[in-house]
């Protein structure tokens, strides 16, 4: 007979102070209690909000005794280098990548972890997928080192799932754009570079091409669908993998063109680098019909909500060029 868990929910996020780390661990916190809720990084914070450990991901023994001393009950592990920089380093992100998930994967299995999260992007798709509307299953020939342990993980999750019986879930997130965090030094990062300098020097020069669509969401949305999705009943969750997850989908002229309707002084030039091959290979849309059937997702911005705060917030951080 089975025994009930009966532990009170305990929380540890792996890569806390990273972009998305940080506003989740302030929306789980939000949701659950400060206490329950406990942040994890290699660096130490500026200044913690909450319970906070230093903590290397690489480190499977550390992660392991935290896990039994503080009893925890669900983790989410961010930790990783994106696409643009992971290309510069492939080595060292395929090692922090995959290594640290594989740790995390066994801690949690070894611990008596009920539940984890982790998450795969648009990177895992490729040049063979369809380019509108990528579908929940479909060709995956990830040209990066960060798709390719990107799609390598999504399947280690599903297999400690299906052997060991861990409740892992994931989610395939698009661009991310937030006010409240800088980029990570990924491909999608000039939709949040772009409103910094439209605040600020009334030109930007995007290092991706005018015309590169490609499936983006505002942090708030991929906040709340991640906390949906872990909080869904498990057998509402039936893919394994991850769920594609789509909020809206530009291209760098149409969001310049919707920051100049409320900007009209702003001007962008184009430079594309090395990070327009990257955009190239991923979809311009994904289809997340799955996700919305099995635990009940739909995203609440528009782009044009998304222009109106982002602008409004960060305005705020330049009080020097705010209107007297």
Avoid at 38 to 43: E, L
Avoid at 257 to 272: G, N
Avoid at 292 to 313: F, H, N
Wanted: aromatic residues 10%.
């Amino acid at each position: 007979m089975e025994i009930a868990d009966t532990r009170p929910r305990t929380v540890l996020v792996i890569g806390a102070l990273g972009q998305i780390g940080q506003e989740l661990t302030a929306g789980l916190r939000s949701r659950y209690g400060t206490g329950r809720v406990i942040a994890s990084d290699v660096r130490l914070p500026a200044h913690a909000e909450g319970p906070f450990v230093q903590l290397d991901a690489l480190d499977a023994e550390g992660l392991t005794e935290l896990l039994r001393q503080e009893q925890v009950t669900e983790v989410y592990h961010l930790a990783a280098m994106l696409s643009a920089k992971g290309e510069q380093h492939p080595l060292q992100a395929w090692d922090i990548n995959m290594r640290s998930l594989l740790i995390a994967l066994e801690a949690a299995r070894g611990t008596g972890v009920r539940r984890m999260f982790w998450p795969s992007s648009i990177a895992a798709f490729g040049p063979g997928t369809p380019h509108d509307g990528a579908p929940q299953h479909t060709v995956m020939d990830p040209s990066t080192v960060y798709g390719i342990s990107k799609l390598a993980g999504e399947h280690w999750c599903a297999y400690y799932a299906a052997r060991y019986g861990l409740d892992v879930r994931s989610l395939r997130y698009p661009g991310l754009i937030s006010y409240k965090t800088p980029p990570g030094g990924g491909t999608t990062d000039y939709a949040v570079h772009i409103f910094h300098a439209a605040v600020t020097e009334e030109t930007y020069t995007s290092f991706l091409g005018p015309d590169t669509r490609l499936p983006m969401m505002y942090m708030p949305d991929a906040i709340r669908a991640t906390i949906e999705l872990m909080e869904a009943p498990a057998e509402q969750v039936r893919v394994r993998t991850s769920y594609n997850l789509q909020g809206f989908s530009f291209t760098p002229a149409e969001l310049a063109a919707a920051i100049q309707r409320r900007l009209p002084s702003f001007t962008v030039q184009y430079a594309p680098d090395f990070r327009e091959a990257i955009a190239a290979s991923w979809p311009a849309s994904m289809d997340d019909q799955a996700a919305r059937e099995d635990w009940g997702w739909a995203p609440a911005y528009t782009l044009d909500a998304m222009v109106d705060e982002m602008l409004a917030q960060i305005r705020l951080q330049y009080p020097a060029v705010l209107p007297s």
